[in-house]
């Protein structure tokens, strides 16, 4: 079976066609400026990538390209839009009532959107991008996989705010955790290689989001992610967890609304706010090298919290047995990664410096030191082909 598997932003549209008796991925792309003018790019693995300019007033008009070109006789991978057999949406927050991968039917459908209030970034553009794919493929079931769900398993004490319990029941403000879809593959990559049912993983997502989350036995047990992404650890524009009182305290001295407030914790703070450089870890690491002291200051605060997320962790689950790092910094960074386990052999933390630093990119490689408790990873994270699987899961 063949699944199309679709990631809708507010001006982009990502997919990916799977072949699931191959576990191949036929072709891949990336519509963008969509509502702006339009642009393609379709890559097909060993051919050239084709790149154009369209226009692309919305969803439905990029989904529409992105079939045409799927069905292309030259550019093309199938002949006919029927030889898709289900469509899989990647969704940010399933809220409390979408715990698992589910069918998407009018029911969901409208739970989605009762829940845009707490989702306003990503909300809209998925369903709108749902509702575009399912205009033009009626025929065929839409799955959603949500990012949120792989957290349905934490325990209350993990997801409710010590604030008044009125304001979880009126609200639903509580702990949700995201990129559950990508900590939930590399977990599951982890205890395929430990051989361990009841493992305790704490995988590390290190992008440009970054999230942190511990799970016993695949089952998520807490995350540093909270009612929005904008909690846990510092990230490439977002501030992560700061006392709360210096929230109303700048705007108060600012004279800042909520939404300029939100604005300058999301997109001005992180890597970017403290180096005042950039947001790219590349940048801030070459400008550190280059002796720029808010860079350096700006690395070091970023490894001192993660630090402390894992050390909380072993704590709460009495334990570790694998450390797992994945996404853009995860991945690739050798540097951070070390940065991250220097002195960390307290608890059973201790990765071959050799190893680690020569660890080809975007490569699943063990880093872990000869004899250390804990085996420590770099797992390429690999959320579409999770969600290809998650819908052929329930259509098949
Ligand atoms: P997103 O959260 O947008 O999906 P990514 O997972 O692609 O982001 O991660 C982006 C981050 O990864 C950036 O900070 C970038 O510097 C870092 N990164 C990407 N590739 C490399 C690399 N080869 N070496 C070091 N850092 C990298």
Request: charge should be negative; charged fraction near 25%; aromatic fraction near 6%.
């Amino acid at each position: 079976m063949k699944i199309l598997v679709v990631n809708a932003g507010s001006s982009s549209l990502k997919y990916q066609l799977f072949d699931m008796d191959s576990g191949d991925v036929l072709a891949k792309g990336l519509c963008e400026r969509i509502g702006i003018d339009g642009c393609i790019t379709h890559k097909r693995p060993g051919k050239e990538n084709y790149k154009s300019n369209e226009p692309l007033k919305d969803h439905k008009a990029a989904i529409e390209l992105v079939l045409k070109l799927l069905c292309d006789s030259e550019l093309g991978v199938i002949s006919e839009v029927s030889e898709i057999g289900a469509v899989g949406h990647r969704f940010a927050h399933g809220g409390e009532m979408l715990r698992k991968s589910s069918i998407l039917g009018e029911k969901e459908l409208m739970y989605l959107e009762s829940i845009v209030e707490i989702n306003p970034l990503h909300g809209p553009p998925a369903i709108s991008g749902f509702k575009a794919c399912q205009s033009v493929m009626p025929d065929v079931k839409h799955v959603g996989v949500f990012d949120t769900s792989y957290y349905s398993t934490m325990d209350e004490t993990a997801y409710i705010y010590p604030i008044p319990y009125e304001l979880y029941e009126k609200y639903k403000i509580r702990r949700y955790g995201f990129h559950g879809t990508s900590h939930r593959f590399v977990c599951a990559k982890a205890m395929d290689i430990l051989g361990k049912s009841d493992a305790k993983v704490i995988t590390c997502h290190l992008g440009n989001g970054s999230s942190i989350t511990a799970s016993i036995g695949g089952k998520a047990v807490d995350t540093s992610m909270g009612f929005t992404p904008q909690e846990g650890v510092p990230m490439g524009t977002r501030s992560g967890s700061i006392d709360p009182t210096v929230v109303t305290y700048i705007m108060k001295k600012e004279g800042l609304s909520p939404e300029e407030t939100e604005k300058l914790l999301n997109s001005k703070s992180g890597l970017l706010g403290v180096s005042g450089v950039s947001s790219d870890c590349r940048d801030v690491l070459e400008a550190q090298n280059d002796g720029n002291k808010r860079s350096r200051l700006a690395m070091n605060i970023l490894v001192h919290y993660i630090k402390k997320i894992i050390g909380s962790y072993v704590a709460e689950m009495n334990g570790l047995d694998a450390l797992v790092f994945t996404a853009g910094i995860g991945e690739n960074d050798g540097v951070v990664r070390e940065m991250i386990c220097n002195d960390l052999s307290y608890l059973g933390i201790e990765i071959d410096k050799d190893v680690n630093l020569n660890a080809k990119r975007g490569e699943q490689v063990e880093i872990t030191k000869q004899g250390a408790r804990v085996r420590t990873f770099a797992i390429p994270t690999n959320e579409e082909y999770m969600i290809a699987l998650d819908t052929y899961e329930l259509v098949k």
